[in-house]
């Protein structure tokens, strides 16, 4: 009889499983979620942990370094795509459109400069992107004389697909607590190519948008909850946020702090200049290995 018993608890259970996983098929039926067969919900409920509080005391030594990141290049262009937010995205977000959705909607605070003192908003830094340009055409008579003409105003929307680099701004510095070398990186901007015909040649210049404070809770709690791509995992759980602590990105130094406060482009350029970005890396990294030299 203690058998019979077990068993049948066996199939009840074993029943309402099935009813549940088939009741489960059936929800996902009637919202017309056909897209995908398991529900995805790891990263709606995601925060980001906080820093270590760090004190001044133990901060012995402290560098300011600049990099850019070109989302052009192949190590670099999961931040770039898809490029078009309102297509089949397949799931995914660039970089550039979770920043600007989450500064739309007032997620997150923005400032003009790198040094995060000036607030910036949404309206002010759409007009600053929006470009206007009169072309003169010319006009014809019907006996094929050129007239006067007239002017006509072309107006350029900003374009997501237009941003082809970010740049960050970082804190390199050794905690005598442990005696290590850390980076913490403080703020990121998004890098807009803003391209023209003058005299007859193209010409590009590239614009900062706006700068992001990267230590902020705030933006690191809306890029936690946004996947960055994995070719070899479409199910990877990285987050923009792990993507920022874990340095996965290929990037080169353009600045660093010095007496003049210059970048490299106003000294050097060409093959001096990348060899100078080099120089900047290597004198990081040689600063904690030197430590350990008696």
Known sequence: MKKLLFCLGLFLMAAGGFTAQAQSIIDAE?????????????????????YAYLREADVVWEHIVW???????????????????????????????????????????????????????????????????????????????????RDTMITEEFRPQDVYSARIKEYWYIDKQDTRQKVRITGLTLVYKNCRDRDGERVCDDIEMFWVPMDDMRVRNALVKVLA???????????????FIDRY???????????????????????????????????IWDIESDMWEY
């Open 67 to 149: 990099r850019t990141i070109d989302f052009r290049e192949k190590f670099n262009q999961f931040f770039y795509f898809p490029t078009d937010p309102t297509r089949n995205t397949q799931g995914r977000t660039s970089l550039t459109t979770a920043l600007m959705d989450a500064f739309k909607n007032g997620d997150i605070e923005v400032y003009k400069e790198d040094d995060l003192t000036t607030p910036y908003t949404y309206e002010e830094m759409m007009s600053q992107m929006t470009r206007t340009y009169s072309f003169h055409i010319a006009e014809y008579d019907e006996w094929g004389d050129e007239t006067e003409g």
């Open 249 to 283: 990105f290929d990037s080169f130094c353009y600045r660093e702090s010095n007496t003049m406060n210059r970048p490299v482009s106003a000294y050097l350029t060409g093959t001096d200049a990348i060899l100078e970005s080099q120089r900047i890396e290597n004198d």
């Open 30 to 50: 009637e919202d017309h979620n056909f897209n995908d067969f398991y529900k995805k919900d790891q990263v709606k409920g995601r925060e980001a942990m906080p």
């Open 229 to 243: 791509y994995d070719e070899r995992n479409s199910h990877a759980t990285r987050s923009y946020d792990d993507i």
